[in-house]
């Protein structure tokens, strides 16, 4: 069943730090940050609708500026190109049309890039899991596992890496939305978090 709030509302546009004018030579940094992490998230996504909606709201912030995007397969790693739609016709990449390749941006959207390597990640992330369930039960560690999921999929890291940036949009974004937690695990999310890095070790970054 589609979770009826499984995405909010198609036309904001989370975290894009706009200009008031556009030029349209260029993509803004905060919309470049904003289109790789829809894409993570559609790609990331269960649900069918979700990815949909995901990558719809995509192409309309990239519409705004006159951008388009596409993934290319760089030896098996997937980059997303974001590029001025005026290159395009037909689907088709006219060289004639290019006069600043600059313009361009790319985005690598593997990760570690190498499988074992994300392999390694994982299973750093699920012995954290464990620990923290050991300690201190099961729904911190039912919440610890689904920060595991979030640190794998999306960014490749270990938990303890994640930046504060990371641990919002993971707060916000990804345990709202993808996770179906309990309301037990929405009462101590915050928690949770906390012990996951203090079971790692490691202070957890200031979360605004």
């Known amino acids: 069943m589609t979770n009826p709030d499984a995405v909010d509302d198609p036309n904001a546009v989370d975290g894009a ?3 008031d004018e556009n030029d349209g030579e260029e993509l803004p940094r905060g919309v470049v940050d904003e289109i790789e992490r829809l894409t993570r998230l559609e790609r990331t996504a269960v ?3 979700e990815a949909d909606a995901y990558e ?8 705004e500026y ?13 980059v997303l190109v974001c590029h001025p739609a005026e290159w395009q016709a037909d689907g088709v990449i006219r060289t004639d049309r290019i006069e600043d ?6 985005i690598p959207l593997e990760g570690t890039g190498d499988p074992n390597d994300w392999d390694k990640v994982d299973a750093r992330n699920r012995e954290l899991v464990a620990d923290v369930r050991a300690a201190h039960g099961e729904v911190h560690g039912d919440n610890a596992a689904l920060l595991a999921d979030f640190a794998g999929n999306h960014y490749a890291k270990p938990i303890a890496s994640l930046t504060s940036a990371e641990i919002t949009e993971f707060r916000t974004e990804y345990f709202v939305r993808n996770a179906w937690p309990s309301e037990k695990q929405r009462e101590m999310i915050g928690e949770s978090i906390e012990l996951a890095f203090e079971t790692a070790g490691e202070p957890i970054p200031d979360v605004q």
Request: proline share 3%.
């Open 101 to 106: 390749i600059d313009r361009a941006v790319e």
């Open 66 to 78: 006159e951008f388009t995007a596409r993934i290319r397969d760089d030896d098996g790693d997937d």
């Open 47 to 49: 649900d069918e609708n």
């Open 17 to 19: 730090d706009r200009p």
């Open 56 to 63: 719809t709201r995509r192409d309309d912030l990239l519409d």
